[in-house]
């Protein structure tokens, strides 16, 4: 089994190899944010499915809506700006809210994240299966398990180590990019679209079923704003992508907000409104060059680049949850590195809560609109605030203008996920209502424990000196046989106290099974004595340690029990074998002051003798 | 978890309370073969589906079919009174092969049987619910949840050890025979058939898809047999209950072939067609009764007694299995009472092999028919040649007219599996033609290696005396803590040679860190030298294993590798703690002569003084 897990995942790193393989995609970096520019793939959908519902001509709104965000994308990236200018190592509103607004409001931050990175996963996939089923309907009925290939996929490699090298896999980010803009520009040359038959069938309805209101407008902006969820990954990333990252959020700022207003113009020109099977971005792209190869190419384009998209995530999360098993507010294992250098922990929870989520909503990109937008503006919120506290603190030059700034950036936010959570709320809105507070909850039960055990544990002082008493060792044995003087051996190395025990279970042939036993004891003589135990229960365990604690009561001694273990060198040889040294171990685990010990005496297979290989037991 | 499992399967029982437990069933016995009987409820469900395929006329042939299933029936009885006489004990078609016709032969029926248990309890589940879904037609959609309720239902009595209780529930089986032959009694009565309009569509083609054939014929009189699989079950019961046994038998045969025979005479004289959603059985019952409160009680206790038949199984397959494993042909685990003195594996094993089934076929008894009568009937043949043997080899009174009825036996039986196999191939006997020869392979697998570690052992031998060497003590530190006291300690009382190991990885600041641990390791001084490792890996216990490979080399000594742990009060505490013992235990499981060991220290919430109760290390 391990040997087929380093098959897939690659043989163990070293420290230095990873520290090298770490500088090298630095170079190649796109330079650009890879989940904030997919999020045009979601984006004007969300807008144009909620106008839809207030019918054909409420549409038109598509245009002043993207115009609004594209501002308060312009707010959010030069704010951003600041958060990496202020905290250069990395870990974006976590950091930010624990230096400035204190523990408890960098947990709110550290919740949030955690389901922003969980929801960037799932709606990056869920996005790119959309692009591609829309290319070829063909596969809709199995979006659920491409979904799936495809975060098997990103974990795989992440778990390879292979996750940084993806993130600088630049070919089809570029194609995508200018992909796109040629695409809005024929659609602007040709401002008549070529009217190519579509398929699925329009879900617009016929009567509106909503007034254009105020509350609908909020409603589609809050819903646009989902294509800004990727702003917030640029100030979380790993620590050593520092410098790019200032180059990333300005290009990243121009090229979204260029291809948003776009795409937006062309919806609003051409009255594209939601359809069955038909992302807006695909309907948008057909129209102005057809259902041909370009087509195909951009769309299996959009599948991969998406993909990456997840593949960010997988550089966020695991560096995140590493922060907080290094702060207590994980279980450590979290801050481990694995054979490959990785978080693989943190790994393993991201692929699985997104699991969860894709199968949950059945792939479906719009279900997962409203959890997604409340984790990151709830992110964005409290850096932005917290940002406000940081240049009131240090008062640098300038420091009214930055402040007022975030302090703005904070705001709309701040209305944005109000405006979310109350419109969302029975839409899957609750979900993130309560991971959130969940994940707090469980950061502080942590966090409490540690600090308990810590205490407990006296670390940080000098213990006293150790003490040390006489031992005794305790062998179960079950025959007399080559195992039980292999155990007897080593058991009167450790002490020249050695009890061996058996267990006689009280059923029909009992007695003359105990005096069997006892006799051939008797007839090898190995210097130390049988002890036969009766049960009348079936468990072999539970005598032995009844026994055990007896023997404690009634000696102060180090007591060693010494299970001897027959191993197959083959693994499923191994379900042949009784494993009573397993559920002893586990009996023992909870008794303190015993020390419960194995002793492995292999088989190796019917050609050698017993005895050849094994020195000392001859 | 412990405690939760012990509420839903009891408290663990002695030996003798079980003893006790199990002669009080015997006089409350029904004195009937359940699986044998219920098997009225698909028997001739599955002639009349065979001969439809032949249009409406045909299925007149469903009476004489059954007058020749009837014929067999009777042979098989008979030769299975004398399996019964001839072998007191119980193992059925197994013992009396092993006895007779040698090892392979044996294990022939012992898969065979494996097979046949398994699909007793998917058909007779299935059938119970396609009674319950017939009646209740709204319940059909949940038809495979149904199934999967009973089966959980019948599993955990008998983990329980209840199974037995439950084969005497007397009621349901009487409510059952009675109402069968009041219903057959009233349509012999009233010939005109209650047309109350029956729901479901019938399956009757309009055009006859085959012609009548002699193939045609065998092939409804091979399905039909499918009434007689629960006879082999009668000899393969638990040896207690040997004197009902030969009384059930008869009575099974009277009553199993009128109600076959009237059920018969009914669905000729009334037409009754394969339909939808319907069983046959049902159809028959509404026609006698009309669909009123008679039919629901009905439909509802045959549904309880088919949960009943499935229940026999697990009465039989576990008993089969720990004679196989006696005999090391399956693990010895197999031949293990648990804590409720029952053979849980086995039970463990059945249900999910039937739950597996259940799911594939998706609950459907039709499906399973085919798989079923192949299994069934090569048990048949094998415990009727082994009869013959047998009576040639003993020679008693009459051996001739024995032996010629036990061939006629073997002779009808054989063909009819013939028939089964070949007819049935691509209808799912594939599985029954693979998955006996793989139960043999694995039966032999088995044997084989069990025979290998009885010489390795030396069992039966007396070893030659053990062998002493002077011990070392290695013992893993993560700091200097209580735990790392707690731990010193132990290991200086099985032996004053100790040595402590910490593990720094190189990465940025090791040294430092290195530093820090033998500084603090200096101020304490107990009196133990502390050995720094460094790793470029991220594995802590890998350089530990390198260090203690180094050790065995260089010395020839007894190591002990004690492990300390820290054990939190609570079971999701566990989590928060990095189980590098278990990691570390499992590295070393491979390495004889090296002692794994691990010293258990308490944490005991906040309450107490850390070392309050732990006498000897305060």
Request: with cysteine; proline share 6%.
């Amino acid at each position: 089994m391990g040997s087929a897990w380093h098959l897939l995942v690659g043989p163990p790193l070293r420290w230095r190899d990873v520290t090298t393989e770490r500088i090298t995609p630095v170079e190649g970096l796109p330079a650009l944010s890879l989940d904030a520019l997919t999020s045009v793939a979601y984006g004007p959908e969300a807008i144009i499915v909620v106008l839809a519902l207030a019918g054909a001509t409420a549409l038109h709104l598509v245009l002043p809506i993207t115009i609004a965000i594209v501002l308060l994308l312009a707010i959010l990236v030069f704010s951003y700006r600041q958060v990496i200018d202020a905290y250069p190592n990395g870990g974006g509103a976590y950091a930010v809210s624990r230096a400035n607004l204190g523990h408890g409001a960098s947990l709110v931050a550290a919740a949030a994240l955690v389901v922003d990175y969980t929801l960037t996963v799932a709606v990056s996939i869920a996005a790119g299966v959309a692009a591609l089923t829309s290319a070829f309907p063909v596969l809709t009925p199995d979006t659920v398990v491409i979904c799936l290939v495809i975060l098997a996929f990103v974990t795989v490699l992440n778990l390879r180590g292979l996750g940084d090298a993806a993130r600088a896999f630049l070919l089809p980010t570029m194609v995508f990019i200018v992909g796109l803009l040629i695409i809005i520009a024929i659609g602007f040359i040709h401002p008549l679209a070529l009217h190519a038959p579509q398929p699925g069938v329009s879900l617009v309805p016929r009567v509106p079923l909503e007034t254009v209101s105020v509350l609908l407008i909020l409603k589609a902006f809050s819903a646009g704003c989902s294509a800004l969820t990727g702003v917030e990954a640029i100030a979380n990333g790993v620590p050593q992508f520092k410098e790019p990252r200032v180059k990333r959020a300005k290009r990243t700022e121009l090229l979204l907000g260029t291809i948003l207003l776009g795409l937006a113009v062309l919806a609003d020109r051409w009255h594209v409104g939601p359809r069955s099977g038909q992302t807006v971005l695909s309907q948008i792209m057909a129209m102005a060059i057809g259902r041909n190869w370009a087509y195909y190419l951009m769309s299996l384009t959009i599948t991969l680049v998406l993909a990456l998209a997840a593949n960010t995530s997988f550089g966020g999360l695991p560096v995140l949850a590493s922060l907080l098993a290094k702060d207590h507010y994980l279980p450590h294992l979290f801050a481990l590195r694995d054979d490959r250098q990785v978080f693989a922990p943190g790994i393993w929870t991201l692929a699985i809560l997104s699991a969860v989520l894709l199968i949950a909503v059945r792939g479906n990109v719009l279900t997962l609109i409203p959890l997604f937008a409340i984790g990151v503006f709830t992110g964005f919120t409290l850096s932005q605030s917290g940002l406000v506290v940081h240049w009131w603190r240090t008062r640098p030059p300038r420091w009214r203008f930055r402040a007022a700034l975030n302090g703005l950036g904070a705001a709309t936010t701040g209305v944005a996920t109000v405006v979310f959570i109350l419109t969302k709320f029975t839409e899957g809105a609750w979900v993130v209502v309560i991971a959130v507070p969940g994940f707090i909850f469980l950061f502080t039960r942590i966090h409490r424990y540690y600090r308990r055990v810590g205490v407990e544990l006296g670390l940080g002082e000098i213990p006293g000196k150790p003490e040390v008493k006489p031992t005794v060792v305790i062998v179960p044995v079950v025959a007399v046989s080559r195992l039980a003087r292999y155990a007897i051996g080593h058991a009167l190395s450790i002490s020249p106290h050695v009890v061996a025990v058996t267990v006689v279970e009280d059923a029909d042939g009992s007695a003359e099974r105990a005096r069997h036993v006892q006799q051939q004891w008797a007839q090898w003589d190995p210097g130390v004595p049988l002890k036969v135990l009766h049960t009348e229960y079936a468990s072999v365990a539970e005598p032995i340690v009844t026994f055990i604690d007896e023997f404690r009561e009634q000696h102060d001694k180090e007591i060693v029990v010494l299970i001897p273990v027959a191993l197959p060198d083959r693994l499923w040889e191994q379900v042949l074998h009784n494993h009573i040294d397993f559920v002893l171990t586990n009996a023992l685990r909870t008794r303190p002051d015993v020390i419960s010990a194995r002793i492995t005496m292999p088989l190796d297979g019917d050609d050698h003798h017993p005895d050849g290989d094994r020195p000392g037991t001859g």
